[in-house]
């Protein structure tokens, strides 16, 4: 069940009469409803894929409490959870993907194999839940948070529909506390909720699924693309995927605001970010502290000198592009990212002596930071949506070789591109949600702006990217 259906909303519509009908909003039978929806939500994809939350729910539910009540013990419990949830993740998602590298390692060597290859369907939204859990059983270990005695609880972290299949990820510490106090829920926090999930379907059914046709096009013309053209291609699938993405994680937000439950926001004008640690802190926001606190913390971080540090950063970038897919494609999108973090570090340090006093250079300066940056994050959405390794290094260097002639068509993607380039330069400084929410004309004329965009400008529709993560 998708976002952008009318299903899942008549469906919604029927949970949230049911939910709301309760007086009691984290009683056991309100929680028993969320939880069925949820996994009624999941399992109208694929009903048997249910049994695999189940299995990490129950793992992590009984490792928990082992890691509380046996403290001795508890790095096994700790291991055990690693082991299944990483192991379902790594069968499901990255089976055939390394078998299939041993075969080419070993053609390389002059040996010949042919790989038992599975047909596997991989379950929607298993490297969101199983870092979700995962967070849990950690913060237990780290002693953050206490081991939930109930199972109901843990389950319905687990599997909480807004975002259970496109995220952001929440983390137990914060998500779990909010299972045991009763919210309250004013008009105003209903009203916030509608307009930020109206605003993410404006993102996703308005920009994303406009631009997808065009994005599908240019990436399947590669192999005669010029320069403009790849440009095109890179920069206006960074509107696809924002549009996505942020539609997604604003819908999931503004459902669980309805409901009483609060996630964090998962993406702040990621590409007007002046370097790309400014980037990695307002694109995906959910993950990118994900992978800070528990695989580059875990993995020493800046504490065990220079060279273990950059170590680290490359690790954890290119684990993170690997997150996204069984692709060298994806490990190829989180090196480079994991390069410019190691550079953008080694430049800081040598240039942080020097300051600049005068105003007016100071802003050239972020300005030219800003554009720098949002051009060299738009180079990585090549390897990130290539379907080969052919055509992700062709157009990549098709971005700097090959015909510059300009084609009329391109005007549009680029008005398309800077449109959105401008809105975020806008949002680096403004609110606009909180505008929007605080201020009833600005309110009424963008809700009025974005039914009507709906009408006459709804693109066909298409899946969410991140389903495939």
């Known amino acids: 069940m998708i976002f952008n259906s009318i299903f899942f909303f008549a469906t919604l519509s029927i949970f949230l009469a049911i939910y709301f009908a309760m007086k009691k909003k984290r009683s056991i039978k309100a929680k028993v409803v969320t939880l069925s929806y949820s996994y009624f939500f999941y399992g109208m994809w694929n009903p048997a894929y249910l049994l695999l939350i189940m299995t990490s729910t129950i793992i992590d539910y009984l490792a928990a409490i082992g890691i509380e009540v046996y403290p001795e013990k508890k790095k096994l419990f700790l291991i055990v959870s690693l082991t299944v949830n990483l192991g379902l993740l790594g069968f499901f998602k990255y089976f055939n993907f390394f078998i299939d590298s041993i075969a080419i390692l ?178 995906h926001i959910s993950l990118s502290l994900w992978l800070r606190d528990y695989l580059y913390i875990s993995l020493g971080g800046n504490r065990k000198g220079t060279r273990r540090t950059y170590s680290n950063i490359m690790i954890t970038m290119l684990l993170g592009g690997l997150w996204h897919g069984a692709s060298f494609m994806f490990i190829f999108w989180g090196v480079l990212h994991g390069m410019y973090l190691c550079v953008e570090r080694l430049l800081r340090e040598y240039f942080r002596e020097i300051s600049i006093v005068n105003r007016c250079m100071q802003r050239l300066m972020l300005g030219f930071v800003i554009v720098f940056t949002y051009l060299m994050v738009s180079i990585t959405w090549i390897p990130f949506r290539a379907v080969t390794v052919e055509q992700g290094i062709s157009m990549m260097k098709g971005l700097f070789y090959g015909n510059s002639h300009f084609d009329k068509r391109l005007i549009i993607d680029f008005l398309v591109i800077g449109g959105l380039f401008l809105s975020h330069c806008v949002s680096r400084k403004y609110d606009f949600l909180k505008c929007v929410e605080q201020n009833s004309t600005v309110r009424f004329i963008t809700i009025t702006f974005i039914l009507l965009s709906f009408y006459y400008y709804s693109g066909e529709r298409t899946d969410f990217i991140y389903f495939q993560f």
């Open 106 to 283: 070993a053609s390389l060597l002059g040996f010949t194999w042919e790989p038992p290859l599975l047909k596997i369907i991989l379950p929607i939204g298993i490297s969101f839940y199983t870092f979700q859990t995962l967070s849990y059983t950690i913060d237990v270990y780290r002693g953050e948070v206490p081991a939930k005695r109930q199972l109901l609880d843990i389950a319905l972290f687990v599997a909480f529909f807004p975002q259970l299949v496109a995220g952001p990820i929440v983390r137990a510490k914060s998500f779990l506390p909010q299972l045991s106090k009763e919210p309250i829920i004013r008009k105003q926090d209903i009203a916030n909720g509608v307009i930020l999930i109206l605003f993410g379907l404006f993102l996703k059914v308005v920009i994303a699924d406009n631009v997808a046709f065009r994005v599908n096009t240019l990436f399947s013309n590669w192999q005669s693309n010029g320069i403009p053209e790849n440009w095109a291609a890179a920069m206006l699938f960074g509107v696809q995927i924002y549009g996505d993405f942020a539609g997604y994680s604003l819908i999931a937000i503004g459902i669980a605001k309805i409901m009483g439950y609060y996630i964090p926001r998962n993406f702040n004008a990621p590409y007007t970010a002046a370097g790309f640690s400014d980037f990695w802190r307002r694109w």
